[in-house]
């Protein structure tokens, strides 16, 4: 939960109270028969004060908005992400530029948006491994989305010339790259790929061409679309999930997916 988001949670809460009490307030201060005039600064600090004294003794009321909140903008994004997913689903799920790993003709497609130096991307690979493992008939779907500086944007462009090299090696690279101490780098990227034995004049030949790039230009345009700011993000039967859920969580919505067609079933 973002400090940003408690502090417009507390606002909505302060507003909200203040709305409710004010007129409350005002009623019992004016004489019957008496029009009510515009709060003074003495009756607006009597509300604060209500209102503050309210908010320090009820403190989970702010988990709760921020849950509602949460909520509702869900509801809303997932509107909203509605024509995107009827337009650009073949980019989503089928593009060229994009690494597919697994079962290539799987019954559950699950993409993924991840940046080589996000940690919570690099907890989030051994729940990938895992399900690759147990899952003969699941299909991931990774899109390079470097958003952590320019490390990362240098990595992932000599992670896109060696699947376009050496889709075989692709996995044994990301998995190096993603368990590198200090974090991906462009050279460390580059030492990988020369552990691995691939062709390195090929790979400085492809580094300089504008093709190296179009496979994170796309992933930004989509995550524009689907209003991911954030890595790792899933994306599963139309649905965006945020943040490194864990394997379990992962294989619940895998097999709603598989029972029903989406990522909940109700």
Do not use: W
Not at 30 to 48: N, V
Not at 190 to 208: F, Q
Request: hydrophobic content about 40%.
């Amino acid at each position: 939960m973002s400090i940003r988001r408690i502090v417009i949670a507390a606002l909505v809460v302060v507003a909200g109270l203040g709305l409710f009490l004010l007129p409350r307030y005002l009623r019992a201060e004016t004489p019957a028969g008496a029009t009510a005039q515009a709060a003074s600064p003495s009756d607006r600090a009597g509300i604060e004060s209500v209102v503050r004294d309210y908010l320090l003794s009820n403190p989970e009321i702010l988990r709760e908005m921020m849950a509602r909140l949460q909520q509702k903008d869900q509801v809303a994004a997932n509107e909203q992400r509605g024509s995107v997913f009827e337009e650009y689903r073949d980019t989503i799920y089928n593009s060229p530029k994009q690494v597919v790993l697994g079962n290539p003709e799987g019954d559950v497609t699950l993409v993924e948006f991840f940046d080589y130096n996000c940690g919570y991307c690099r907890k989030a690979l051994a729940d990938a491994e895992q399900l690759l493992k147990e899952d003969g008939k699941l299909r991931i779907v990774l899109k390079e989305f470097p958003v952590l500086g320019e490390e990362s944007r240098d990595a992932a462009r000599v992670a896109v010339a060696v699947h376009a090299q050496a889709p075989d090696k692709y996995l044994d690279f990301h998995r190096a790259l993603m368990t590198a101490e200090g974090g991906a780098t462009g050279a460390g990227a580059l030492e990988v790929a020369k552990s691995l034995g691939l062709d390195m004049d090929r790979i400085s030949a492809d580094l300089t061409g504008p093709e190296v790039d179009e496979p994170m230009l796309e992933a930004h345009q989509l995550a524009g679309k689907l209003g991911i700011d954030g890595t790792p993000t899933y994306v599963i039967a139309d649905t965006v999930v945020a943040g490194a859920v864990g394997a379990e969580t992962l294989k619940g919505i895998i097999s709603n997916v598989r029972t029903c067609g989406k990522a909940s079933c109700s």
